[in-house]
């Protein structure tokens, strides 16, 4: 079935006489649409064209860091996204940074300017943990 935002359209479900009339209300917030176009971006972002622009984003969901490693260039910011119900950190080991307790849908960022291995966990939950390549 194909739907026409913002416009009426006949669908036919088959061959046979049988027609549905489908109308959406572009009024109406669309939740589920919109937390997949923001999958899609930060998707997006995470490839390789996201070094170029200076920006990476890293999702706290499933008590885990997604990507658990990453490798970026000298100057990038990442930046880190709780998708989980419980509060969580970016904490580095080294001491360079220590974001605020997260929680669902908090971000936290810091940009890493120097070429290096940087490892972090998340002090509620010492077992999630993550490495940042700065090259």
Do not use: R
Request: aromatic share 10%; charged share 20%; with cysteine.
């Amino acid at each position: 079935m194909v739907l026409a935002y913002g416009c009426a359209q006949n669908v036919a479900e088959d061959t046979s006489t049988q027609t549905e009339d489908v109308t959406v209300d572009t009024n109406v917030p669309m939740q589920e649409t919109n937390e997949a176009v923001e999958e899609d971006i930060e998707q997006m972002l995470n490839t390789g064209d996201n070094n170029a622009q200076g920006t990476y984003i890293i999702n706290i969901k499933g008590f885990t860091f997604n990507p658990e490693t990453v490798t970026v260039d000298a100057g990038t910011v990442v930046t880190w996204i709780n998708k989980d119900d419980a509060k969580h950190t970016a904490t580095s080991d080294e001491n360079m940074f220590d974001s605020p307790l997260l929680s669902n849908g908090d971000k936290f960022s810091y940009t890493f300017d120097n070429p290096g291995t940087f490892t972090y966990y998340c002090k509620p939950h010492p077992y999630m943990v993550g490495t940042i390549i700065v090259e």
